[in-house]
């Protein structure tokens, strides 16, 4: 590519690097000599070092050392390396691999960015990334902001996705008509991230036949359409019929969800005397109990009568917050679905 700057650093971790956190002890446990454990300032694995995120300061230029900057299949690998050998870990909390791993991706788009690598190249990096983000949302849902900050976290994704889906543009440009179904997901995962947006629908609508006539693309047009007339009934219906990754996506829109179906039933059921059945509302709204379910409830200033909820127009708290994401799958499966729904 005309312009185009070639990294020449040929592993995870520039050596300058490695032996600069070795010496300030800035290792990651995930990164040193397995016997060396237990010692103060331990050496670092050639083979499990990644290159970690570092801001560039005012008048410091990023690319002034080539060898500082890891090329694509550098890259890929190292990717390869983080969603094989360090998400699927289980002897470790989730939350300490997620905060690992979300530093060292920021590090591969830093170099991915400073080299503008080929559309090809910038696609096989974005698209796992942005399965990693999307599964982290359910993963880590029920977490304290001390182990995950939700809005860091769709931000990275949000970032990912949008310029994912320009390199689509670009390369359509150089081969249309070219069908792929990691794009297919992507561009599926999108419009359900970003429900009932009209950009979103238009895109989704404005794509080549063969995507638009994908049958989870179909699936999550109606989703967003339903969201865009206010019919959530249908919405949460059709979520739990998507496939894993889909319905991770769609469920990050959840709390928000439940917070406009409940609005919209303090004044369609507003009453005094009459209450909604309790177990309808929470299979509606896809709750796991009906402990959440009340929980959220009184959030929104809404009365728990027997169980049931009393919808009163008066005493919805407009202006409350929405409530948490609540996972929707329990560990183990999520657990189960890696390493491919990330590497698919």
């Known amino acids: ?61 990023m690319v002034h050392d080539l060898t500082q900057l890891r090329p694509g299949p550098v890259l890929l690998s190292t990717l390869r390396y983080l969603f094989t050998q360090i998400v699927t870990r289980s002897d470790v909390d989730w939350a300490v691999i997620y905060n690992f791993v979300f530093d060292r991706l920021r590090a591969v788009r830093q170099d991915l960015i400073i080299q503008r690598l080929d559309v090809s190249t910038t696609i096989k990096i974005l698209e796992p990334i942005v399965r990693f983000h999307v599964y982290a949302a359910q993963r880590l849902c029920d977490r304290s902001l001390e182990d995950f900050v939700p809005k860091f976290n769709n931000q990275h994704l949000l970032e990912c996705i949008k310029e994912l889906l320009v390199k689509y543009d670009e390369r359509d440009l150089e081969s249309s008509n070219l069908f792929c179904s990691n794009r297919a997901q992507i561009e599926t995962l999108y419009l359900l991230l970003y429900l009932g947006e009209s950009a979103t629908i238009e895109r989704a609508l404005k794509l080549p036949a063969e995507y638009r006539k994908s049958p989870t693309m179909k699936m999550a047009v109606k989703i967003s359409l339903a969201w865009y007339v206010r019919n959530y009934v249908q919405v949460c219906r059709a979520i739990v019929k998507l496939p894993p990754l889909l319905a991770m996506a769609a469920m990050i829109n959840l709390p ?27 299979k509606l709204l896809l709750y796991k109990s009906t402990e959440q379910l009340h929980a959220e409830c009184r959030n929104f200033g809404l009365d728990i009568i027997n169980e049931n909820i009393c919808f009163q127009k008066c005493k919805f708290k407009v202006h409350e917050r929405e409530g948490k994401l609540q996972k929707a799958f329990p560990d183990e499966m999520l657990h189960l679905f890696l390493p491919k729904i990330i590497l698919n």
């Open 1 to 61: 590519m005309s312009g185009s700057i070639l990294g020449r650093c040929s592993s995870m971790c520039p050596d300058k690097e490695r032996r600069f956190r070795e010496k300030e002890g800035l290792l990651h446990p995930f990164e040193i000599v397995e016997s060396q454990k237990n010692v103060k300032k331990p050496e670092a694995d050639p083979q499990k070092i990644i290159k970690c995120y570092s801001r560039s300061g005012a008048g410091k230029s």
């Open 256 to 282: 928000r969800i439940r917070r406009d179906t409940l609005q919209v039933m303090s004044s369609a059921y507003n009453s005094t005397q009459l209450c909604y059945s309790g177990e309808d509302l929470r």
